[in-house]
């Protein structure tokens, strides 16, 4: 009688997990509703209408690029509650084209150098990236920061010194500090070229003295800059303007001169000649038009409620995102350009000179 008594106990117990499985696995199937393939057509929460999912790809937590994906998403899903947004905080720039091309995300937000190199597949990419503009944004400035107590008055000045001119997420901080270099006729050899692999240790080896300056990349009014600036240790260094072309002239279209108007930051007391990569929201060439222009749209559309997000937004405008783009537009944003009637045959132009390049 007591086998026959832990015989049933068994089987009850059996039957009770099984049907507890059941239940998860069923729960299990409607999350992954709202998460299936980009793209797709799925079920809402609600069951009321489809959802289409979409990833953005951002640079890390905290990261201007990443709240302003952040903010773009909450904005796409309330005024679109089709689109189920999910942010993916992939790191870098190059990181985050290197994603589109995996197919991890849908879109992302990077900088100008990197989707120009996915896109004609210069190295670190081994191939050329189906990667399309939607929109520009803000200016990412690289700028060269020094010590006060270096004895850096001047680009021409950097021989003998250890400089942070180096970050493997960044490839144009090297590009850019090697042309610097060249052109005022130092020789690299001649400089103790650091590579770090984020701003915090940047900012922390600059406040210790460990080196003596570094080209250091950050949007305009970035409120570590004004930080920093505010001690009255550090300083910007300008490039001279009649180098500035000679500097850009090795150097990939993507990056562009810039200037920091006086009084920026702390105790600048003029204008900074540095460069600059604009931030770039870039799609899949392969997804749907209707999904990028309703995306698009919905972006635009909502442009007030968009700057309120953080303090560069207000540079995600039409007019900058139709201004010297360096890789072609996706249909689907150009659906929305034209229907705003902001595309323009020179534009059209430079988009076909960029696809058949």
């Known amino acids: 009688m007591v086998v026959k008594r832990n015989y049933w106990l068994v089987v009850g117990t059996i039957l009770i997990f099984s049907l507890f499985l059941s ?13 299936g393939t980009p793209g797709e057509a799925t079920s809402s929460s609600n069951g009321d209408s489809p959802q289409t999912t979409v990833r953005i790809g951002t640079s890390s937590s905290g990261s201007p690029f990443y709240t302003v994906g952040v903010g773009l998403s909450n904005i796409i899903t309330k005024h679109d509650p089709s689109f189920n947004m999910t942010v993916e905080p992939v790191g870098g720039s190059h990181p985050n084209v290197f994603a589109l091309q995996n197919d991890r995300v849908d879109f992302a937000i990077t900088n100008s150098l990197a989707s120009y190199d996915g896109y004609n597949g210069i190295p670190p990419f081994e191939s050329s990236v189906d990667v399309r503009l939607v929109a520009q ?7 060269l920061i020094v010590r006060k107590d270096s004895g850096i008055e001047s680009p021409s000045d950097l021989k003998g010194k250890t400089i942070i001119g180096q970050r493997p997420a960044m490839p144009e901080i090297e590009q850019i500090m090697y042309a610097l270099l060249d052109s005022y006729g130092i020789s690299k050899d001649d400089v103790n070229i650091i590579s770090t692999t984020d701003s915090p240790e940047v900012i922390e080896a600059l406040e210790l003295g460990s080196v003596d300056g570094a080209l250091f990349p950050a949007s305009l009014n970035a409120p570590t800059l004004s930080e920093i600036f505010s001690d009255d240790e550090f300083k910007l260094i300008s490039v001279d303007e009649d180098k500035l ?56 559309d909502n442009y007030e409620e968009f700057t309120t997000i953080h303090n560069s937004a207000k540079d995600w405008t ?26 323009n045959n020179e534009i059209e132009e430079l988009q076909q000179s960029l696809e058949n390049h």
């Open 23 to 35: 239940a998860c696995g069923s729960n299990s199937s409607g999350l992954q509703s709202n998460g």
């Open 318 to 343: 039409i007019e900058n995102s139709l201004t010297e783009p360096v890789i072609p537009f996706h249909p689907g944003a150009i659906q929305y350009y034209k229907e705003v009637n902001a595309w």
């Open 245 to 300: 072309d000679s500097i850009l002239e090795p150097l990939p279209e993507a990056i562009q001169k810039f200037v920091i108007p006086s009084g920026t930051y702390p105790n600048q007391d003029s204008d900074v000649f540095a460069f600059a990569l604009n931030a770039y929201l870039v799609a899949q060439g392969e997804l749907p038009d209707e999904m990028v222009y309703r995306l698009t749209k919905t972006m635009f």
């Open 137 to 143: 944004g803000q200016a990412s400035i690289r700028q």
